[in-house]
């Protein structure tokens, strides 16, 4: 091997090692927070670092644990140690058996619309994604308590964080039948935004997030508006005691509103 090529395989390599460690670091930081602030996870949870993923970072059970991977790019953010308390987070929502995160529950809501004929492949996805959006807001009450007690995730943070969540602009590719899809998704994406901030108390300075998705709604027809309103109550609303009984009526609902609005026949309004 030539030197040149050597050395840099020798870099990448420290480099790789240097990235693991400040992950380790930042993972047993949130390990001990979460404790500090009540809500120990036990033992038995790895961390790995994906440098090719998309978004920041997600968790899955695997074989008597749990896995929580995070991308390259969550690394570099400053807020890994957020991230991890957020996904340690779902950790404990699904090891205390929380009925958000019950998979059956999940599986078998999203299971009614499927078979329903809403079965491509980007609309798997997105119902997937707005389930989500639900588990998220859920594990957000339990990282919220422990940012409060460790100090790690200003609000102030937080704020501008949930701000580059909202879309302002709905798609329009030409395609209204996936359009329709895509727009409901991120009526709820801006939802799950607006509601998080305001179920934890940050500001939203200056109106900004409300303001885009004012404009977001603004180019839709009035039924969006409608359903924004739906929506938002709903995640506001959600309850930390809620049973498996009522959280299954809640998503079976929750589910067949969104593909209502989805499938409705819309075009865009123009802009003044």
Do not use: C
């Not at 964080?161 to 009526?187: C, H, K, Y």
């Not at 500001?203 to 885009?212: H, K, M, T």
């Not at 809620?242 to 123009?270: C, M």
Request: glycine share 8%; proline share 4%.
């Amino acid at each position: 091997m030539p030197v040149e090529q050597r050395a840099e395989k020798q870099a990448s390599s420290t480099g790789s090692l240097q990235i693991q460690r400040t992950v380790n670091d930042s993972f047993q930081r949130a390990l001990r927070m979460m404790e500090d602030a009540g809500y120990g996870i036990g033992e038995n949870v790895s961390v790995v670092v994906d440098p090719n993923l998309s978004f920041m970072g997600y968790t899955f059970p695997g074989e008597g644990g749990f896995n929580i991977v995070v991308s390259g790019a969550a690394v570099d953010s400053g807020m890994l140690e957020g991230l991890l308390v957020h996904e340690m987070s779902h950790i404990y929502r699904m090891k205390s058996k929380h009925p958000s995160h019950d998979a059956e529950i999940i599986n078998e809501a999203i299971g009614r619309i499927v078979n329903r004929g809403h079965n491509r492949d980007y609309q798997q996805k997105i119902l997937h994604d707005i389930v989500n959006s639900l588990e998220d807001l859920y594990a957000d009450d339990v990282a919220f308590r422990v940012f409060g007690k460790s100090g790690i995730f200003p609000v102030e943070t937080a704020g501008r964080f949930f701000l580059s969540w909202l879309t302002p602009e709905p798609v329009a590719s030409g395609n209204a039948g996936r359009d329709g899809w895509v727009n409901a998704a991120i009526m709820l994406r801006n939802s799950f935004a607006l509601s998080n901030m305001a179920r934890h108390g940050v500001p939203d300075i200056e109106n900004r997030a409300a303001g885009l998705n004012k404009r977001f709604l603004s180019q839709l027809p009035a039924s969006a508006t409608e359903a924004f309103e739906y929506f938002r109550k709903v995640m506001m609303g959600l309850r930390e005691d809620v049973t498996g009984s009522e959280f299954s009526k809640l998503l079976n609902e929750y589910l067949s509103r969104f593909v209502e609005e989805a499938e409705r026949p819309t075009s865009r309004t123009s802009k003044n």
